[in-house]
């Protein structure tokens, strides 16, 4: 396993035994943020198994993406739980309860990428504003 995804996979470690429910989890809950709170309390070490495979798997490109092979990206079925391969590696390793509201964006631009450096937290409007600079910059 090469050194820099251990590292990320001891990130998202240390990220997951740091989860707790706040005092605001219930009032918060909906389906996906419970489905993310059984993952992280009650599967934390299998979901690492899981990005890690996922990680080893895929093929680094010239412009450092990782990517699973296929035209569209790849999903992951885990727990009960079907979710796009990239939003499953970023969630799992930043241990942050995503709602539906919530969007793992791609600072690379393709959606195929599973890279965790390549992958942030935003909104729909960040999604949309991203899409729209990716546009004028012509990538």
């Given at each position: ?22 005092e605001?989890?219930?009032s918060?809950?909906n389906?996906s943020?419970?489905y ?5 309390e ?5 979901a690492i198994a899981?990005?890690?495979?996922l ?12 990517v699973?092979?296929?035209?569209t990206p790849r999903?992951v079925k885990?727990r009960g ?8 590696v970023?969630?799992?390793l930043?241990a942050t309860?995503?709602s539906y509201e919530?969007v793992?964006?791609h600072?690379c631009h ?5 890279r965790p450096?390549?992958l ?8 949309y504003q991203d ?6 910059l012509?990538?």
């Amino acid at each position: 396993m090469k050194p820099e995804i251990q590292a990320w996979l001891a990130d998202g470690r240390r990220n997951l035994s740091e989860h707790y429910r706040t005092e605001l989890h219930e009032s918060l809950s909906n389906p996906s943020r419970d489905y993310w709170t059984y993952v992280f309390e009650d599967h934390a070490e299998a979901a690492i198994a899981r990005v890690s495979d996922l990680l080893n798997e895929s093929e680094v490109l010239a412009d450092r993406c990782m990517v699973l092979g296929g035209k569209t990206p790849r999903r992951v079925k885990f727990r009960g739980g079907r979710k796009y391969a990239y939003q499953f590696v970023h969630t799992v390793l930043t241990a942050t309860l995503a709602s539906y509201e919530d969007v793992v964006r791609h600072t690379c631009h393709n959606r195929n990428c599973i890279r965790p450096d390549h992958l942030i937290s935003g909104t729909r409007a960040d999604n949309y504003q991203d899409e729209r600079q990716r546009i004028y910059l012509g990538r």
